[in-house]
């Protein structure tokens, strides 16, 4: 996974960050809520491929929460 930096609301549009222009160029994405989160997928989604990003967010946030409890000790 890779961060691309920060996107940004002006007056209704949202903007990308540069570093999201590099690379695959996709002209729309599927925007998906995992949590407080949002992801942006590249076009075509199906649902196979749904469940994995699903499955794989789902594994991420439960090993960051096993982090954060061991730091938290």
């Known amino acids: 996974m890779k961060y691309l ?3 940004k609301n002006e ?3 949202l903007r990308m960050p540069d570093q999201f222009t590099q690379g ?4 729309s994405y599927e925007a ?3 949590g407080d989160d949002i992801l942006l997928i ?6 196979k491929r ?4 699903d499955r ?3 594994a991420s ?13």
């Open 24 to 27: 695959d160029s996709h002209e």
């Open 50 to 53: 749904l469940e994995r990003v």
């Open 32 to 34: 998906i809520a995992v």
């Open 11 to 13: 007056n209704g549009v």
């Open 5 to 7: 930096g920060t996107i």
């Open 56 to 58: 794989i967010a789902q």
């Open 61 to 73: 946030i439960s090993d960051h929460k096993t982090t954060l409890d061991g730091l938290a000790k």
């Open 42 to 47: 590249a076009n075509p989604l199906d649902r």
